[in-house]
């Protein structure tokens, strides 16, 4: 079984400020991690995804995710928050190999003009 | 390619009608998903097919729910009868694993706003 923890329902941050929206999860196998976006209305879009290699994973929109396996934990980051960064945001993690996708319950952030 | 399409965009109905969600996978996609999402609970996998079949369907909330897949080009999400605690927004993905290695990559609809009273 896995699952994936959101610590934060919302975080609200101001305009150009850095951001961090944290995720952990448990598995028993080794995984893939996602950060998924969902903006008002819309379904989600894939961020970035972590699968092997290297533990900093960079994605669009200037947003980069750490793997850290002790903590198993895979944490989100921006330096500098625009506007548009509005938006729900979703962990997810699956078995790898596999197609069961298991999500978070997500994170407003909200970018304070 | 246009992507995962979902209809109707909204559905309001009365309690007791059935509802039946509709969804069109991306073309050559093998797995399809069916998601509800709800303030309380986030975003819930229901059911997943692949190559069509069933493979999962422990999400479904209650008999109350059926899903079907009869090609490879649609599936539907059918509520009868419906309630007011059914009220969500469901998502339909799709995926393959065609690209092993590349991990996998969930491709969302837009989604249906369904409304019970």
């Known amino acids: 079984a896995q699952s994936v923890t959101q610590l934060d329902s919302q975080v609200p941050v101001f305009e150009e400020a850095p951001v961090e929206l944290r995720c952990n999860y448990s598995?028993?196998?080794?995984?893939?991690l996602f950060w998924y976006v969902q903006y008002p209305n819309q379904g989600l879009q894939l961020l970035l995804k972590y699968l092997s290699g290297s533990t900093l994973v960079k994605g669009i929109n200037g947003f980069e995710a750490e793997f850290n396996k002790s903590q198993t934990s895979f944490h989100l980051r921006k330096p500098s928050v625009h506007i548009s960064d509005t938006a729900e945001y979703f962990c997810?993690?699956?078995?790898?190999?596999?197609?069961?996708?298991?999500f978070g319950i997500g994170t407003k952030l909200q970018v304070i003009p | 390619d246009a992507g995962v399409i979902q209809s109707p965009r909204h559905e309001v109905t009365e309690m007791g009608q059935e509802v039946t969600l509709r969804c069109k996978p991306i073309s050559g996609h093998d797995y399809l998903f069916w998601y509800r999402q709800t303030m309380m609970r986030g975003l819930e996998l229901l059911i997943y097919f692949n190559n069509n079949v069933p493979i999962d369907d422990s999400g479904m909330p209650e008999d109350r729910f059926s899903a079907k897949m009869p090609n490879a080009s649609f599936s539907t999400l059918k509520i009868q009868p419906s309630e007011p605690r059914d009220s969500a927004v469901y998502f339909c993905?799709?995926?393959?694993?065609?690209?092993?290695?590349?991990?996998?990559?969930?491709?969302f609809g837009s989604g249906t706003q369904l409304s019970v009273l």
């Open positions: 598995s028993s196998v080794s995984v893939y």
């Open positions: 993905a799709s995926t393959t694993l065609r690209e092993r290695g590349r991990g996998e990559k969930l491709f």
């Open positions: 997810a993690v699956s078995p790898g190999g596999y197609q069961k996708v298991t």
